[in-house]
């Protein structure tokens, strides 16, 4: 402290803070946030209330509507939400996965990934993945082989079933856990899946270690080293916590409280509809009776709902039935719904994604603007899938050629997607149309921007080849040939006194187009003569004859 400082503290008698040691305990341990995401995701209602009455230590969680004893019965409602939201989610993302591609130059090794691919059923393996991920926080896949399976066995173990080592940032291990029940106890195995080995270890309830043979599901397994220098897995990470370091978050974890709030408000509305109900007050002397024994007939909700009351006893009393109804704010629960349930999903969908209007007066540009989380989110997923899935193909098929004791070749698998919320064919061909009129676009960039992954590059490329022949585009590949075109149609249009003139030079080079696409089956035979008739003007008795001596 310096002198102005001790002047400041002398002339206004300040007194220095002093350090305080704040102690913060966690709501949750690890395990719990996950059964926590878990529930959530299922939406039990029964399995909400028990959980939330359990883990409530603090007074904010005891007053939480899930965690609350009521004194009388109430229906405790959950929305669905957070399942909805998810599947949604995998849906979108699901819908526009188009599989995945290799570089040119690999095709033994795209025609074994195919075979792996449709072993595992591995969209859906995919799919899971991304499920689990955003419900609970992450996962891993795992890689495995069997004596009695062909190709490698691909799978994905939830966050509760997986656990990462890692040293200074770095993966070093996998472990991953399966339970097992035999006469009436509970068995865990663990594996190990590190850089070059796999190690196996099985547990019993108490933690003691027990011999693998015990199970007869792991009764075969073995300690194992294999040549490659990777794991045997890899973890799948969509969004990173800050709560425990190299591990997910789950897409609703910071959202019970909303969520809670806003299962409340369903339930109260439905309470205030039950309690809401039409009540006809109906004196003893009115009451419907039986015609036979003349008891009154008991209350029928459907058509014979009532309350019985004692007769009129006064002096101008009058026996009559009298119907009450309370009013139901009804304008005011909508309101708290719709304010809720836009606080739950901010930052994680837009509503319109899940055909919800919160607001009827927004404009189609309102619509899409608010289309802009939905795509954030659904980037997120992409992003975390095109740097783990080709990475796992490349290690499955590894895995493939070791078990097989050989050497992989160098590969780059790329993931494909197609275009989410994007304009209907027509709306893209007639902006594409202007773009190209205008000169700024080529043909194949028009082809592309078109067909996009939904055609492989091969299609694309005679596409475009079939796009410049028709709009006699040249490409000068084969000047020689050319002129002997040239030569042999002008002598033979000469010959039948067509009176065509000269084949310019655009001709030309769509003329040798055609012909390449017909040698490369691109173009059927009777297609190349209908366009070179057609677009060109010759002869068609000219064009079968120069097709057939020049294939």
């Not at 002198?3 to 350090?19: D, G, M, R």
């Not at 275009?419 to 149309?433: L, Q």
Request: proline share 3%.
């Amino acid at each position: 402290m310096n002198w102005v400082q001790n002047l400041v503290v002398k002339l206004f008698h300040i007194t220095p803070a002093a350090e305080k040691q704040i102690n913060i305990h966690q709501a949750y341990t690890f395990q719990e946030n996950i059964q926590k995401n878990k529930i959530w995701y299922n939406g039990e209602p029964a399995e909400l209330e028990q959980f939330f009455k359990k883990i409530a230590r603090w007074d904010c969680e005891r007053t939480r509507f899930w965690a609350a004893i009521p004194h009388g019965k109430i229906r405790k409602i959950h929305s669905g939400i957070v399942s909805m939201v998810i599947d949604r989610y995998k849906d979108i993302v699901m819908a526009d996965y188009n599989g995945i591609s290799f570089d040119k130059g690999s095709e033994e090794l795209e025609q074994i990934w195919k075979e792996i691919e449709k072993d595992n059923h591995f969209s859906e393996v995919v799919s899971t993945a991304v499920q689990k991920a955003l419900s609970e926080g992450d996962g891993a896949f795992k890689i495995s082989t069997d004596p009695e399976m062909q190709f490698p066995v691909i799978e994905f173990y939830s966050m509760e079933n997986v656990c990462f080592r890692r040293r200074y940032g770095h993966l070093k291990e996998i472990i991953f856990y399966t339970d097992y029940e035999q006469n009436g106890k509970t068995y865990r195995l663990e594996e190990t899946y590190g850089i070059g080995y796999i190690k196996f270890k099985l547990f019993d309830e108490t933690g003691k270690e027990r011999l693998l043979n015990l199970l007869p599901e792991t009764e075969k397994l073995e300690d194992t080293e294999f040549d490659g220098d990777f794991i045997m897995g890899i973890p799948f990470i969509i969004f990173h916590s800050t709560r425990w370091q190299g591990r997910g978050k789950a897409l609703f974890d910071t959202k019970t409280d909303v969520l809670d709030a806003l299962d409340e408000t369903i339930s109260q509305w439905l309470d205030a509809i039950r309690l809401g109900r039409i009540k006809r007050y109906i004196p003893n002397n009115l009451i419907p009776r039986d015609e036979t024994t003349g008891e009154l007939l008991p209350p029928n909700p459907f058509d014979n709902d009532f309350i019985s009351i004692e007769d009129a006893v006064s002096e101008d009393g009058s026996a009559k039935i009298d119907v009450s109804q309370p009013a139901i704010a009804y304008e005011a629960y909508v309101n708290s719904y719709c304010s809720f349930l836009d606080m739950v999903l901010q930052g994680i969908i837009s509503p319109a994604t899940l055909g919800i209007d919160l607001k009827k007066t927004d404009n189609a540009e309102a619509q899409r603007e608010k289309e802009k989380i939905t795509l954030h989110v659904r980037g997120k997923i992409i992003e975390a899938l095109n740097t783990v899935l080709p990475e796992l193909v490349i290690r499955a098929l590894s895995v493939y050629y070791v078990a097989a004791g050989k050497n992989i070749e160098h590969c780059e698998p790329v993931l494909k997607f197609g275009e989410y919320a994007s304009p209907d064919f027509d709306s893209t061909v007639e902006t594409i149309s202007k773009s190209k009129q205008s000169g700024i676009m080529s043909i194949e960039t028009v082809v592309d921007e078109l067909y996009g992954d939904s055609k492989d590059e091969e299609w694309k490329a005679g596409e475009v080849l079939r796009l410049k022949a028709e709009q006699g585009i040249v490409e000068m590949e084969e000047p020689q040939a050319a002129d002997d075109a040239v030569d042999f149609i002008e002598d033979d249009m000469d010959e039948k006194k067509s009176g065509s003139s000269m084949l310019n030079g655009a001709q030309v080079g769509s003329l040798m187009n055609i012909i390449k696409m017909v040698k490369t089956s691109q173009l059927t035979r009777s297609e190349a003569i209908n366009i070179v008739t057609a677009t060109l003007g010759v002869p068609k008795e000219s064009a079968e004859t120069f097709i057939e001596e020049n294939l």
